[in-house]
Nanobody, 127 residues
Framework: QVQLVESGGGLVQAGDSLRLSCQAS????????MGWIRQAPGKVREFVAA????????SYADSAKGRFTISRDNVKQKVYLQMDRLRPEDTAVYYC????????????????????WGQGTQVTVSS
């Protein structure tokens, strides 16, 4: 199974940037689609972004398009989420997740079957 550890969260002001990192260990993530999901207080988990196993395809929630960028480094076993022009409504716990149920998935989106999750990192954006 894949173990995932997120880092990079924090308290920032509206308009600032943050870069979240996700370090994978255990099973290699090279063949798995990866994603970021967030959960705000009192709300259900929300898909943010996903990236194919090769890094060649990405998908974003409408709220993230144009502001967030997902990327991966399979050599380092890391996945990143660059978040720019942050807004107070981006405040949430951000989780890194892997879809290890299938190999070499290129078509990615909120329909991925994430089955491995990190513990989450808190992002707080003040107005």
């Amino acid at each position: 199974q894949v173990q995932l550890v997120e880092s990079g969260g924090g308290l920032v002001q509206a308009g600032d940037s943050l870069r979240l990192s996700c370090q994978a260990s255990g099973l290699t993530i090279n063949w798995f689609a990866m994603g970021w999901i967030r959960q705000a207080p009192g709300k259900v988990r929300e898909f943010v972004a996903a990236i194919s196993w090769s890094g060649g395809r990405t998908s974003y929630a409408d709220s993230a398009k144009g502001r967030f960028t997902i990327s991966r480094d399979n050599v380092k076993q890391k996945v990143y989420l660059q978040m720019d022009r942050l807004r107070p409504e981006d405040t949430a716990v951000y989780y890194c997740a892997a879809d290890s149920t299938r190999y070499s998935v290129e078509t990615v989106g909120p329909n991925l079957q994430f089955d491995s999750w990190g513990q989450g990192t808190q992002v707080t954006v003040s107005s």
